[in-house]
């Protein structure tokens, strides 16, 4: 069955498709969205392209697309100013009109990374996101953020810039190594917490991944259904997006801590959310059952409840130095199981508190 949710933004709407097999009907898909392109620009990683590019780029033929296709190395580090110049350098040489579309095919890093070429080249032509982990499918291919990393953090040089069109082929999670489908669970136990108390009893029921890739797709769906109502509400990140972060400010001090080698994304936004619940529960904002079933629920997926970190990475994480001491910050607190609120505090408080 296909599922669809329409991201309705003014003047950008535009549709996610779930269902299994739908790599092999990207190119039509595809051709209908952006009747005018003749070049199919797709970007993927070293370790996609032999598993996905091969079907992709015949439904590309089918469909009349001339595909181009240029493979990154797999990894963050490919999330670079270099590669966006080699991308942007291919992209010309292959002749890409403002016409033609850009295709991401692979994990949040080609996500991110063709996107934000998309955004830049040419002043910015459409993308399409084909997502292929669990993270991207219910995360990062939706809600239009786009970026690179500098020397001087991750995320630092990006745009906002919508995909015309999301296709999600549950099939493609089957090849996944068990530690990024973890690192994916991460974010779908987030969404239980912070946005509906029934997806995460339903997480409860199914604590494997065995369990939860026999309802993939309903899975994705609701995600991306949670997902694309804040977007909504706040493309550009000003209010209620924020609350997507919860887990994340104390997982950027465990990612520090772990130098960006030690603990995924994934792992540190775990630790993160059982930390951010243990001190929901000191601030008397966070019933203390909740802490305790998140930190089982993580457990389940082999995702780790804590991480050591010094005091030096939680306070480099918020941003506090010595000057700032009087600065304010909102840590996001979850005060009922699927409800979650931006509490304010001073970020010296914070640091007293962990
Ligand atoms: N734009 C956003 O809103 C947003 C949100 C969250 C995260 N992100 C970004 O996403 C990135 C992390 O994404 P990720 O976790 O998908 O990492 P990733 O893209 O590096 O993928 C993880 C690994 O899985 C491999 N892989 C991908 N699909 C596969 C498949 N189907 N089968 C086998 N292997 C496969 C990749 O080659 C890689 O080695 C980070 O850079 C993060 O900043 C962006």
């Not at 993270?135 to 239009?144: K, T």
């Not at 509400?233 to 209620?240: I, P, S, Y």
């Not at 950027?252 to 993160?272: D, F, I, K, M, N």
């Not at 529960?281 to 389940?300: D, F, K, M, Q, W």
Request: proline share 5%.
């Amino acid at each position: 069955m296909l599922h669809t949710i329409t991201v309705d933004l003014p003047g950008r709407a535009y549709d996610i498709h779930i269902a299994p097999g739908l790599l092999h009907q990207a190119g039509e898909r595809i051709h209908a969205v952006c009747p005018q392109a003749a070049l199919a620009y797709v970007v993927t990683d070293s370790n996609v392209h032999p598993l996905y590019y091969p079907a992709l780029e015949r439904s590309l033929q089918q469909a009349g697309l001339t595909p181009v296709c240029h493979v990154v190395p797999a990894g963050e580090a490919s999330k670079c100013p270099a590669q966006l110049t080699r991308l942007w350098e291919g992209m010309l040489s292959a002749g890409l009109t403002r016409s033609d579309v850009v295709v991401a095919l692979g994990g949040g890093v080609v996500g991110d990374l063709a996107g934000f070429s998309a955004a830049t080249i040419l002043r910015g032509v459409d993308y399409i996101q084909i997502p292929t982990t669990l993270l991207a499918q219910v995360d990062s291919s939706v809600g239009g953020k786009t970026a690179i990393d500098l020397p001087q953090g991750k995320n630092l040089a990006g745009a906002f810039w919508q995909p015309r069109l999301v296709l999600m082929d549950p099939d493609t999670l089957h090849t996944l190594p068990d530690e990024v489908f973890a690192d994916g669970m991460a974010e779908v136990i987030k969404y239980g917490c912070i946005a509906s108390e029934a997806f995460f009893r339903s997480l409860e029921r199914r604590p494997s991944r065995q369990g939860i890739m026999a309802v993939i797709e309903s899975v994705l769906a609701v995600c991306c259904d949670l997902k694309r109502e804040l977007v909504v509400q706040d493309e550009r990140d000003h209010g209620l997006r924020m609350l997507l972060n919860f887990g994340h400010t104390l997982g950027h001090a465990y990612e520090l801590a772990g130098r960006y080698q030690t603990w995924s994304h994934g792992q540190a936004v775990s630790a993160g959310m059982v930390r951010a619940a243990e001190l929901g529960v000191t601030l008397g904002v966070t019933p203390p059952s909740i802490a305790v079933r998140l930190a089982e629920l993580v457990s389940a997926f082999g995702l780790p409840r804590s991480i050591p970190c010094t005091q030096e990475d939680y306070a480099a994480a918020i941003g506090l130095d010595k000057k700032g001491q009087g600065a304010r910050m909102h840590l996001i607190l979850v005060d009922r199981l699927g409800h979650a609120l931006a509490y304010p505090m001073k970020k010296a408080q914070l640091l007293q508190l962990l």
